[in-house]
Every structure is written in C-alpha cells, then in structure tokens.
C-alpha cells in the first residue's frame, strides 16, 4: 500500500509540474470556501475526453493530500479538480512566475529519489500530461503507386529544456530508446520501446 501510494503520489507531482495543468498560476493565495481558511488552491485542468486520466489525478492528490477535500469544477471542454491547502508550494517547489520554459526546473533531492525509484510511473505522468501515442503514417512512392505502413509512436513535447532532460533521464533509465524528432519533442518509435512503454504508459484514456 505504501508503495502505490508513492508511486501515485509520483505521478502526481510530476502532473503538476510538467504540464498538466492550467495556464493560469498553478496556486494562488486564496479562501477556502468550504472552511473560509487562507490557504493555496492547487487547480489542475483536465480535458474531459480522457475521463480515465481525470479519475487519476483526483486519487492521485488524494494520495499525497488525503487530509484535504479534492473537489472538480467544470468548464468548456474540461474540468478542474481542486485542492486547497498550505503545503502546496512546498509539494511543488519548481511552481514560480512565469512560463516554465523561460525559468530552470530542477527537482529536489527528495523528488529525484521518488522518481528514480518509480522511473516508470515518472515516465507516464509525463506523457500523459504533455505527450500522446498515435498511429504514424508514412507514404514510399514506388514504380507500381504509393505504399502506406503505419506503426505506432509516442511523442512528448516541452518547450523546458530540463523537463525534456528529466524525460530523456527516465526513458534511458528504463532502457527505452528515443531521438529528438524536433528541438522541443521526443520521439520513441522503434517496435521494442513502444512496446515497452505499452507496459505502463498507454494512450490516453
């Protein structure tokens, strides 16, 4: 139980810190309006075509938060799931003004043991959150017409410099392969490393 628990919590705090989130300040000061407390609102926003990963991110700050109420508030395309507590900056400590690709994200100590541990689940927050799988298509012109094969591929795109560091990191701990398909995208293409990352990524749900 403990295990899942770090694992989840993992996953979690890679979701909001990568990218998953919303555009807007990832907390802020606030009021909670169920206690009337001054606290940090955590908003993460979801896209409510992946209902799947929508229920993860709300067990997985339940995971990290349990003492706190998580609740979700809808919007157009998406729904929010909120969180108020105190402890917010210190649980997400690469949060701070400003884009993430135009400051340096580095994570903690204790954050680089948790997810060198669970490399896999590190991995998963990541392109869930930033990434996708897709059926590629490609067309070889031959004498007798084109010929279409298609294979699947994942791609992860951050315009952060370290957080596509920290992907490459856990991708290589995990002997997967990949290449830079783009300067700001990883791409994992080979049968053997999509195959692998099936294991425990998957498309988005």
Not at 97 to 112: A, S
Not at 122 to 149: I, Q
Not at 172 to 187: A, E, H, K, M
Request: with cysteine.
């Amino acid at each position: 139980m403990l295990g899942d628990t770090i694992a989840a919590a993992a996953d979690a705090r890679l979701r909001l810190f990568t990218g998953a989130l919303s555009r807007r300040r990832l907390y802020k000061r606030q009021r909670c309006p169920r206690t009337g407390n001054l606290g940090n609102a955590n908003r993460m926003r979801r896209c409510l075509a992946w209902p799947g990963l929508l229920a993860e991110c709300i067990r997985a700050v339940r995971a990290i938060r349990h003492d706190n109420k998580v609740g979700t508030v809808q919007s157009d395309g998406c729904s929010y799931v909120t969180s108020y507590s105190r402890h917010w900056p210190c649980l997400i400590p690469q949060h701070g003004p400003g884009k993430k690709h135009n400051r340096r994200i580095e994570l903690e100590p204790w954050q680089r043991l948790i997810t060198g541990q669970h490399a896999d689940r590190f991995a998963r927050g990541l392109f869930h959150s930033d990434g996708c799988r897709f059926t590629n298509r490609v067309r070889r012109p031959l004498a007798g017409g084109d010929h279409w094969y298609e294979y699947p591929r994942y791609m992860f795109t951050n315009e952060s410099a370290e957080i596509l560091n920290l992907c490459g990191q856990a991708l290589d701990q995990l002997g997967i392969s990949w290449r830079f398909s783009r300067r700001n995208t990883i791409s994992v293409a080979r049968r053997e490393a999509v195959a692998r990352l099936d294991e425990f990524v998957g498309p988005k749900y």
